[in-house]
């Protein structure tokens, strides 16, 4: 989820895009399989469990250690138990390769050990793993461009051979209940001729310490549903088992409202967009934007207003097109018709990130009321698709769980159809 530069394709939050489809049908593996039988259905983001680092500035390309901050949200067993409780099947764990990158030998030990830890965890309280490794594209150095931009990336062969060395660590674990992910939202074009052999090469690596190791595999863009709609499966089908991944934030007017790490200046005092569209209106959600404004200190007033008139022509836009659950079920039947024309099954494609961000203390957002309708519309589309899910996010900002008291939120909870646990 964090930052990559498909954020800027405001225009795209409202267009859906369409590709030719090609009836590539990959070969029969294990006939569960085939017909989407695994056991990740519902499931949750579990970020920042091995992210949130303590790199040292440039030109240091190391880190402090332990590398992770201690204030961090990490669930703990008890928390892990009371997701399995709601109805959740599996947690999606992003995994900051940077740490293990730069550490030394016993300190990376170190590192494969706790990462070996979490995944046992979870899987003590009957929940499913998907180990993704998601590089921080904040990080001066083990950052997505030097790692994964192209096999000729700066360290794209050490990157390579952690991908390996997590599959050889997870082939064991619960076969069939955990399986790895090698890279989050690729930072190349849908139309990329550089991605589909980074992905190649990876899952090479992989498969060599991991013959069965289920391993999720996505296009282009960032992991936008056109990018996988762009991908073609038929040479992925040597590293059967498979699966399938995309993102779903769209329209990012509404998802990202408020949101600081977005780089388009009109996010920083987008708040009050509701959803559906009709719930409110135009006039009411550009007079919370001048207001939120108005308080701004960082911006100079002709930056505030350069931004307001860009804030004003895409909301627009957002009203015009009026989007509410049917703008949704038309982005996701284009993975639909991308699955029908390859003749993969629906349970084999995970939509595995979607939320939006609440407002709470640190955030002015989405009202949260049309926060849960929102999220309740992408879940009921994505199950009616076929599509398991992952809720981005546990903690934080576009959390479910409370960083600190760690209680479920009954708002999230019931758009996610799912059932408030025992305290």
Known sequence: MPGWSRRRLLGAALVAAT??????????????????????????????????????????????????????????????????????????????????????????????????????????????????????????????????????????????????????????????RVALEPVNEPPRDCSSEAWPKVQAALLRAARGLAKDLPIVVTGGCGSMVRGLTALDPAPLAEFEPVLFTFHFYEPYLFSHQGAPWMREPVYRALNNVPWPASAGSLDKTLASVRARMAKETERSDEAKKAAYAETEKVLKVYFDAQPDRGFIDGYLAQVSDWADGHGIAPGRIIMGEFGALRTEARYTAAPNPDRARYIADVRQSAEAAGFPWAFWDLFDGMGMMDDKTRVLDPAMIEALGLRMPPS
Do not use: C
């Open 19 to 176: 590709v030719p489809l090609v009836a590539t049908v990959p070969p029969v593996i294990s006939q569960a399989r085939a017909a989407g039988e695994w056991p990740f259905r519902r499931g949750v983001n579990a970020w920042p469990w091995f992210a949130l680092t303590r790199e040292f500035p440039a030109p240091r390309t190391d880190y402090d250690w332990p590398p992770f901050q201690s204030q961090r949200p990490v669930p703990t067993p008890a928390d892990l138990a009371r997701l399995r409780a709601s109805g959740l099947d599996f947690i999606r764990l992003p995994v900051d390769p940077g740490p293990f990158l730069a550490a030394d030998t016993g300190p990376r030990a170190d590192l494969m050990a706790m990462l070996g830890a979490a995944v046992e965890a979870a899987l003590a309280a009957d929940l499913g793993v998907i180990v993704n490794v998601q590089a921080n594209g904040a990080t001066h150095y083990w950052n997505p461009e030097r790692m994964v931009s192209n096999t000729g990336a700066p360290e794209f062969a050490r990157y390579r051979a952690f991908v390996a060395d997590v599959a050889g660590m997870l082939k064991d674990m619960a076969p069939g």
